[in-house]
């Protein structure tokens, strides 16, 4: 039985097209700061909380190094949805920390503080 080379090339580039698509990294994504937890932060949880944003901060570049799923997703869309995914994890913690740094500013709190793991 022949196959139709056309069908063939068909199913192969859908196949490829599949799996670029499951190949999209996977960010860390910050919340925003609500109000309601704003107004519950202490100084020193507002420290950790900014501790905290730097390792999302971290997690993002290590995320963004290359491997397969870069490779994979430059393939299916020209790397743009990584582009993307990357930018907006990269907004979401950067406006969490703003907003922290806002609140400490409005508390008076020292920018010093040494969150507890960081401390020992």
């Known amino acids: 039985m022949k196959f139709d080379t056309r069908i ?6 859908v196949t490829v097209v599949l799996l670029t ?13 609500a109000p309601t937890e704003a107004s519950l932060l202490s100084c020193r949880d507002i420290a950790l909380e900014l501790a905290r944003a730097d390792q999302v901060e971290k997690q993002i570049d290590e995320t963004g190094t290359m ?48 969150p507890a793991a960081q401390g020992r």
């Open 8 to 13: 063939l090339l068909t199913t192969g580039l």
């Open 21 to 33: 698509g499951c190949a999209t990294k996977r960010y860390p994504i910050a919340t925003p700061l």
């Open 67 to 114: 491997d397969w799923r870069s490779v994979a997703g430059f393939l299916g869309d020209l790397g743009i949805g990584n582009g993307m995914a990357k930018s907006e994890a990269r907004k979401a913690v950067n406006a969490r920390r703003a907003a922290l740094h806002e609140v400490q500013a409005k508390r008076d709190c020292v920018k010093d503080v040494v």
